[in-house]
């Protein structure tokens, strides 16, 4: 047998997480917890009365983000993310509750732990560049 020539390729997030399937179970335990607890209503008060478009948007952007397929870009173009949320006001209440309500669904989803501190310290780092109002 020979060793191998080329070094394996590095699993992406996306690969890790285990794919759309769970990257689709993440995004929608996100929405059903803005949907149902109360600490996050400042978020869902934001937000369309009907969370479906939001839900398929998060999931396509997602998959992209992580190193899968670049479901959002293919429809949609750059996403130009801190552009698109101008029309909202963002400040620290409401970056804190987008990323408290991202670590409950992270934890009630089991994201794997050689994931979960990587992705935490990069979801509060993008949530906190959406930040369009002082404090
Ligand atoms: C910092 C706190 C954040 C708040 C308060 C917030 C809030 C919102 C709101 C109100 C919308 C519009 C939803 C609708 O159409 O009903 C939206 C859209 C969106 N958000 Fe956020 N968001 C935040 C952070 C983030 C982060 C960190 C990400 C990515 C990981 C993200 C990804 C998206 C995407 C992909 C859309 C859809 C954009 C489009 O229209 O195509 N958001 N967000």
New binding site residues.
């Given amino acids: 047998m020979s060793e191998p020539t080329e070094q394996q390729e590095e699993e992406t997030p996306y690969q890790v997480l285990g794919g759309d399937a769970r990257v689709r179970e993440l995004v929608d335990r996100f929405y059903d917890l803005m949907e149902i607890e109360p600490k996050y209503d400042v978020?869902r008060k934001?937000?369309?009365p009907d969370l479906a478009?939001?839900r398929d948007?998060?999931y396509w952007?997602?998959c992209g983000?992580l190193g899968g397929p670049q479901l959002?870009v293919e429809r949609?173009g750059h996403?130009m993310?801190r552009a698109?949320?101008m029309p909202?006001s963002?400040g620290v209440a409401?970056?804190d509750a987008?990323i408290g309500c991202m670590v409950q669904a992270m934890d009630e989803t089991q994201v794997p732990d050689n994931l979960r501190e990587g992705l935490e310290r990069a979801?509060a780092q993008?949530?906190d560049w959406?930040?369009n109002r002082a404090e």
């Fill in positions: 978020l934001m937000h369309a478009d939001i948007k998060l952007y997602l983000w959002y949609f996403p993310l698109r949320h909202f963002i409401e970056r987008w979801f993008l949530a959406m930040r």
